[in-house]
């Protein structure tokens, strides 16, 4: 009887007793875990059966039984949240976006859901996003006095100064370009679209980040010693540019702008604008053709005379009558791409007084011609040459808020780049050429410059 009796107990399932349990519980004997309460250790453990003598969250009342071996269970710690990426990221969203995209335009939707999204496939591409947010930032701060300043108001707040959002930036950036260019070496269908994004957001940064010295000609720094032709070494930005251009040129559009990429796709490039661009956007036209026909006749007429001397040189070099076609030909095929956007953008006045453009439409792309640039011509400004810098200062020019609705990143630039051209000349000649440059960029400054004779 006694071995049948200790047979049954021994036949129980192991439990918990409670007595203010459900029904059934009450009927086995099982104690509720409720009952027994439920204990908050430290360093974030959650114990079943508080020995504690507390009261139950769920019950109200106070064990008087507790178990003496609790359960443990462990709460993993809330991950990190870094408030700076999300500040920039936010600011991107409400206020960056709108600037790349202009007002109305149907490109806003791109850059504030189809960007960040490639970001989270592609992580360069977000921290190129965190970059240029930084580099927005910090351009903002500088109309305040403090951080903090503008919270209560309609502008974007600034919770950091302007010397901490460059250098937020310049993180960023350096991790972009180094994810950036890792991809680049084995781009491919998957990746072709999210690395010409990373292209376009990398120019965006460089022009954000304003000239990095007196020399820094955005295309290079120029230099005192003869580069190479082709030498990209001192140029941030233009080597991912020329292998963007090689991969845009080996993937087809279909592929290279689908799926979120599919809003950049402009259609075919020979498809021609029903006006310039002047007339389409409303800004004042500006009459161009006078400077620019004449600065390429000068150039055909003094070619490779005027580009064997580096300027400021002691000495010229030897003449080299055979390098004349290659020499003049570096100025004068940029030149032409330049006249080509001149017209998009404002037209071309005829014998009879219309204007007009029936040139392709990616010409009405200001960026355009520093993505089409040759080679040999960003070693010619870095080498000072007098008529390739002169071609540049007269791209400067476009580096507008008209031509580039809200383009706070390229503020710091067209001023530079034409100050440090007028620099660069020596010679009277090549100084004439400066003077509609500086008429329409400093025209305070433009009264101690020669005349041109077009």
Known sequence: MASASLASKQSIRPHRKSRTGCSTCKRRKVKSLAVVGAGLGRSGQVTAGSPTGTASPLSGTTPTMPTRNPQTVEVDPAPPLDVNNVELLLHFLTTTAETLAGPGSHMLEFWKRNAPHIGLSHNFVLHLIFALAAFHLAYLARYVSSPGEGCASAQPCRRRSRGEYLSLAQQHLTVGLSGFSAQLTRA??????????????????????????????????????????????????????????????????????????????????????????????????????????????YIARVGWRGEDQQVGAPSALPERPEAEPTKKSISLHALDGLIGIYAATYGRQGSDGEITYDGPSENQFIFGWLYRMDRAFVSSVRRREPCAILVLAHYAVLLNAETIPGAWYVESWRQHIIEAVDDFLIEDEHRNWMRWPMEQVVPEKSAVVGTAVF
Do not use: Q
């Open 188 to 297: 491919s269908p998957e990746n072709c679209g999210a690395l010409y994004l990373g292209a376009v957001l990398t120019s965006y940064c460089t022009f954000a980040a304003g000239p990095t010295s007196s020399k820094d000609l955005l295309v290079g720094t120029a230099n005192d010693a003869r580069d190479p032709v082709g030498s990209d070494s001192n140029s941030p930005w233009m080597p991912f540019v020329y292998g963007v251009r090689l991969m845009h040129e080996t993937f087809s559009p279909d592929v290279l702008f689908t799926g979120s990429m599919a809003p950049l796709n402009g259609g075919s490039p020979r498809r021609l604008l029903e006006d310039p661009i002047y007339v389409r956007d409303g800004f004042p036209r500006l009459d161009w053709e006078a400077a620019l026909d004449g600065l390429r006749a």
